[in-house]
């Protein structure tokens, strides 16, 4: 089944310690995007990534980071989390830069709780 | 830059109603439309899209059309369902550079039997 699977679902952590949410992709798909999801301000980008060893910061890139090794691999990185990053995140995947004009495939999200 | 604005919600309906949530939207060029719809405890799922002015997308019996002189793109749908309760997102991509959809706030769509 072609999908885009998020680890974890859920992840309640304290302040200043680091973690990773995985995103992984089946799809062969070139383009990857963080998203985060709020209320009231839908989804605002975090970074993307064109294909491996491309990426570059979306709107909101500031307390994350992002790595492309692999085609299918997306991890978002947060290196001191802050309870300002309480938030909804989800990773999605395009065929390509160009693609998204024919849709993105979501992941099912990640709720993150820094206290 | 682009952006897009959605009407607020929550929205509530009886089944059988008639829905309409509009958004309009802010882009320079020609850009591609889309509503993607969220349920609850999943992630987001396109709906409908659009790539061109005057173009109609339809999916499950929800419709919207690419409106450039009005700068609009309002969804609607004829009859609405309990199983249509939702989170529904107008966004953009303008495929200028950095290939990203730029989504509305959401409407919160609850529908009763």
């Known amino acids: 089944e072609a999908q885009v699977t998020q680890n974890p679902r859920y992840l309640i952590t304290v302040t200043g310690k680091k973690l990773t949410v995985t995103c992984s992709q089946n799809m062969n798909h070139e383009y990857m995007s963080w998203y985060r999801q709020d209320p009231g301000l839908g989804l605002r980008q975090i970074y993307y990534s064109m294909n491996v060893e491309v990426t570059d910061k979306g709107d909101v890139p500031e307390g994350y980071k992002v790595s492309r090794k692999e085609k299918r691999n997306f991890p978002l990185i947060l290196e001191s989390p802050s309870p300002n990053q309480t938030s909804l995140y989800f990773c999605?995947?395009?065929?390509?830069?160009?693609?998204?004009?024919?849709?993105?495939?979501f992941g099912s999200g990640t709720r993150l709780t820094v206290v | 830059g682009n952006s897009v604005t959605q009407m607020e919600g929550p929205v509530t309906l009886s089944e059988e109603a008639f829905l309409t949530i509009n958004c309009t939207y802010t882009a320079t060029g020609y850009p591609s439309l889309f509503w993607y719809v969220q349920y609850p405890g999943e992630g987001l799922q396109l709906l409908l899209k659009?790539?061109?002015?005057?173009d109609k997308g339809s999916n499950k019996g929800f419709e919207a059309t690419y409106r450039k002189e009005t700068t609009s793109f309002h969804l609607e749908k004829g009859s609405v369902q309990v199983s249509d309760s939702a989170v529904y997102f107008c966004a953009l991509s303008n495929s200028k550079g950095d290939y990203k959809l730029s989504f509305g706030a959401g409407t919160t769509v609850t529908v009763r039997a």
């Open positions: 999605a995947s395009s065929l390509s830069g160009t693609g998204v004009n024919y849709g993105y495939t």
């Open positions: 659009a790539t061109k002015a005057d």
